[in-house]
């Protein structure tokens, strides 16, 4: 997508989007906070924890496919060229008012750590027995990378838009039961 697009849509002048966002790829990095602060507050709504945490992470992307098609692989194209994960942006108080009416307590202007979710998520689900405890917890974190860019990327390879099938037959690899 072009800059010109997305400013029109936005109804802002690149002026103006440049003082937010010092290239346009920042704007997937923004969006991508917006999503981990959606999903922090469904956790603090309706606590989820172990793999079903996972799975609704998941989830959530295979649902947003379909609603912002694209997005997630313009995404992994862009971290796959700064070779890193990105810093996620603070959200102001401003912002959090205005994205989040009447939920602003349930927002942290810090950004969560996806890797540090994944790595309670796969403790929880040690715990539960549901992933073996003989596997390191850094590996399996690493896996859960993997798997939430990886199995996006392989279904939209095969030209499916059965998203979560494809997470979760790559989740259903490192569970004890296989399910």
Same mark, same amino acid.
């Given at each position: ?59 959530? #992307? ?7 098609? &694209?997005?997630? *692989?313009?995404?992994?194209? =862009?971290? +796959?060229?700064?070779? !890193? ?55 399996? #974190? ?7 860019? &990886?199995?996006? *990327?392989?279904?939209?390879? =095969?030209? +499916?838009?059965?998203? !979560? ?15």
């Amino acid at each position: 997508m072009k800059l010109e697009e997305i400013c029109e849509k936005a109804e802002v002048s690149k002026v103006t989007f440049f003082k937010f966002f010092p290239q346009k790829e920042d704007l997937l990095i923004y969006f991508m906070r917006l999503w981990l602060a959606n999903r922090m507050i469904e956790f603090k709504l309706q606590p989820t924890r172990g793999i079903a945490a996972i799975r609704h992470l998941f989830r959530s #992307v295979a649902d947003n496919a379909g609603e912002k098609p &694209g997005l997630m *692989l313009s995404l992994i194209g =862009y971290l +796959s060229e700064v070779n !890193m994960h990105p810093n996620m942006p603070v959200l102001s108080d401003a912002e959090i008012q205005i994205l989040y009416p009447g939920k602003e307590e349930l927002v942290d202007a810090e950004a969560p750590n996806l890797g540090e979710l994944f790595h309670r998520f796969i403790e929880e689900a040690k715990e539960d027995g549901d992933i073996s405890g003989s596997v390191p917890t850094d590996d399996l #974190v690493k896996a859960m990378f993997t798997i939430f860019y &990886g199995a996006y *990327l392989t279904a939209h390879l =095969y030209n +499916s838009d059965r998203f !979560m099938e494809f997470y979760d037959l790559h989740l259903k690899l490192i569970l004890t039961n296989g399910a």
